[in-house]
């Protein structure tokens, strides 16, 4: 294990602080189980911290997070602070302010469908027969989220979508190591048949892959991969994609999998600081109730384990403590119908920390 044990926790807001406390809860077990010692440290990011400090990333925050090895985020962003001009809301100035200051330019984000979860799934039961196990890729520092010129006034909006060889060359890579520990096949997803960043995005991966003749390649358009998620996922194992085609489709894949609150994410960059969040969102309708499914947290903490801990083991058990519950038939609102076996956020965090 590394020796610097410092993690930001950044609860955010929403339903963050709430599924937050059910990973610490986690994190408790597994120190415990294996002896370690971790420096947790925790700071505000977001709406709370716009509210605390006129800023959604804070000088503190960027410190803290500097400081430390990993940032476990909860989520941002909610109705309250939904008009803030770009650079001080939750989202823009906020998570997508930490990702750029900590170089993050690799999103992971796995979807794996729980045999439990099957009938939980919009998809129907043929569809579901085969094995769903898809991560998704996401180039996270370039494309139309980051790219200049964009500007709004009064009578237009624009943003700029552009792809550099060497920001594609790099996500390629990164795909193509991934792909290369699991089922050796990766599609790349792009518009090349009318978007210019895209034709360099799939002549670089094309280039890219002859270094990988192990790994299969094939290039998709967004639009028929977005169909084809829905009429054959388990033909999926790599999705390799831009910062906002990753964005769509990861939603997207995430409903297969029976919820938003399921689905972990990890971001990695030029430095050694890594992000770990849940992939859906603050869903501030829900806040407060003690009805969010923390398990997005969770896995998302057992990401933080094994990538920047080296804890491969302890990432484990809390992913199996996870499936076990979920495949024992309990879980939240979201993923159970049956009241009988409907457990509150902290009762589900309970159910998988006594597993571990
Ligand atoms: C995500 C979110 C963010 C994104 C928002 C909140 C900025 O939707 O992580 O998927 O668009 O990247
Ligand atoms: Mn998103």
């Known amino acids: 294990m590394k020796k610097n044990k410092k993690i930001a926790v950044l609860p955010g807001d929403g339903i963050g602080p709430e599924v937050m406390k059910e990973a610490l809860k986690v994190l408790e077990k597994v120190k415990k189980k294996y002896g370690l010692d971790f420096e947790l440290k925790f700071g505000d990011i977001g709406g709370i911290a716009i509210d605390k400090y006129d800023h959604p990333l804070p000088e503190q925050t960027k410190n803290l997070c500097l400081n430390s090895v990993a940032v476990l985020l909860g989520s941002i962003g909610g109705p309250k602070w939904d008009n803030y001009p770009p650079e001080k809301n939750p989202e823009i100035g906020g998570l997508l302010g930490l990702r750029k200051l900590l170089n993050l330019y690799v999103n992971l984000r796995p979807v794996v469908l729980y045999e439990r979860l099957k009938e939980n799934s919009p998809l129907s039961e043929k569809i579901t027969e085969s094995d769903i196990d898809i991560i998704t890729v996401r180039e996270l520092s370039q494309g139309i989220y980051f790219s200049k010129p964009k500007n709004l006034t009064d009578n237009e909006g624009y943003d700029t979508m552009r792809y550099d060889r060497q920001t594609v060359n790099r996500i390629a890579k990164s795909g193509f190591e991934i792909a290369k520990s699991r089922r050796r096949k990766i599609t790349s997803v792009d518009k090349a048949n009318v978007l210019y960043s895209s ?16 790994v299969e390649l094939t290039h998709m358009y967004v639009d028929n991969a977005a169909m084809q998620l829905i009429l054959n996922p388990s033909q999926f194992d790599v999705i390799l994609t831009t910062n906002l085609f990753g964005d769509i ?16 994410s990890a971001s990695f960059g030029k430095g050694n600081i890594n992000l770990y969040e849940p992939a859906g969102g603050s869903a501030p309708d829900i806040a407060g109730k003690g009805i969010a499914n923390p398990v997005a947290q969770i896995l998302s903490l057992a990401m933080m384990l094994e990538y920047s801990f080296g804890l491969k083991e302890a990432a484990n ?3 199996e403590a996870v ?19 409907v457990l509150s956020t902290s009762e589900m965090g309970d159910s998988i920390a006594e597993k571990i």
């Open 199 to 214: 034709k360099l995005w799939r002549k670089t991966v094309s280039e890219i892959s002859k270094n990988y003749p192990e």
């Open 249 to 264: 489709l990861s939603d997207e894949s995430a409903a297969i999998s029976g919820s938003l609150g399921m689905i972990p």
């Open 317 to 319: 058990d809390v992913r």
């Open 323 to 341: 499936k076990k519950t979920v495949n024992e038939g309990y879980g939240t609102i979201d993923i159970v119908k049956n009241k009988k076996y």
